[in-house]
């Protein structure tokens, strides 16, 4: 447990343990964060509160679903999801050249996603596709049943994504898997995109990556790769996969095990690491919306490691979703 209380000299944070002071930090952070910039902070003589920091939910106890696709039907249902509009997006012949629409569909109680190519006067191009809910949330457990489409360049996802605003010049990315062009490896991944034309020292980040105003919170020494279920690869057969969102963790896990937890409160750096107090609640008081996305890899320049397509890169493949449960 945690609790903040306020004396005419100072505030105090409590907890029984080091989560649970980071806790306290952040719900006192989330208070001030709400209050407008000109406003005279007025603090009650007996203001207090107290709470619990618990990161031992590794199902769906305690959870109740709210949101569901089972995708049942003849087609999707545009109810819930953004019908994709075909366009081109990094239009590199012999690399992805962006999304096409009729490449998702539903067939046989599933939701497919398409990794396509075609020919034309200017050479192979790669198609794919991405689906985007139409809705936004923020905390709650995410889970999907799925088949992964996989071979040399393909890059299927399974992701969330927030919105910039002019009050709040920042989003996060919250990636429950990406596969870079195998099936034998999945990544997870939490990004943070600010004002263009930062660099961020000390962050796992790219040159160009800095260049976008871009942070990579996770990496292997994270725990962040979890590598198939003895030798078999995931494209094989039907897996769980889940993102857990709280305002104290991101977890992820397959099938049930949860293989990396990004604790927010403690990810909640020092400003020297060139980014403020505002900026570093990204994950903590921004909405989401999911994506499910298939497509080809891009030169690795340009993609931060996933491989461009080759003479082995077989395709249509397909992504397969059999449900979606918030």
């Known amino acids: 447990t945690y609790s903040v209380k306020a004396s005419n000299t100072g505030i105090k944070v409590t907890g029984g343990h080091t989560y649970s ?34 990161k031992n939910t590794t199902n769906t106890d305690g959870y109740k679903l709210v949101w569901q696709d089972e995708f049942n039907g003849t ?7 953004e019908k994709p509009i075909s ?4 239009a590199t012949y012999g690399a992805d050249a962006g999304t096409k629409a009729e490449n998702v569909s539903v067939k046989d109680g599933k939701l497919v996603l398409a990794a396509t190519a075609e020919e034309t006067d200017k050479g192979r191009a790669y198609w794919g596709v991405d689906l985007n809910a139409n809705f936004d949330f923020q905390f709650g457990l995410v889970e999907i049943k799925a088949k992964i489409n996989s071979g040399t360049a393909c890059w299927p996802a399974f992701w969330f994504d927030g919105t910039k605003t002019l009050e709040k010049n920042y989003n996060g990315e919250i990636d429950a898997f990406e596969f870079f062009g195998t099936d034998m490896q999945l990544k997870s991944q939490l990004h943070s995109w600010w004002t263009s034309g930062r660099s961020i020292p000390g962050l796992a980040s790219t040159d160009a990556q800095n260049a976008a105003g871009h942070i990579q919170h996770l ?4 725990g962040n790769a979890r590598s198939s279920l003895d030798g078999k690869a995931f494209s094989d057969g039907y897996h769980t996969f889940s993102m857990e969102w709280t305002p104290e963790y991101i977890r992820f896990a397959c099938d049930g095990q949860v293989y990396c937890t990004a ?11 060139g980014y403020s107090m505002n900026e570093r609640m990204a994950f903590l008081n921004k909405s989401v919306h999911l ?7 891009r030169k690795s320049s340009e993609n931060g490691g996933v ?7 077989v395709l249509p493949n397909y992504f397969y979703v059999d449900w979606v449960h918030i």
């Open 263 to 273: 604790e927010l409160t403690s990810m909640l750096r020092h400003p020297t690491y």
């Open 307 to 313: 491989p461009a397509p080759d003479e082995n890169t």
């Open 291 to 297: 994506i499910l996305s298939t497509s080809v890899g």
């Open 75 to 81: 087609d999707i249902d545009w109810n819930y999801w």
């Open 87 to 90: 366009a081109k997006g990094y």
């Open 219 to 222: 990496s292997e020494a994270d």
């Open 21 to 54: 002071v980071n806790a306290g930090l952040h719900a006192l952070a989330q208070n001030i964060n709400n209050i407008p910039k000109k406003r005279v902070i007025d603090i009650p003589k007996n203001y207090y509160y107290s709470g619990r920091y618990d």
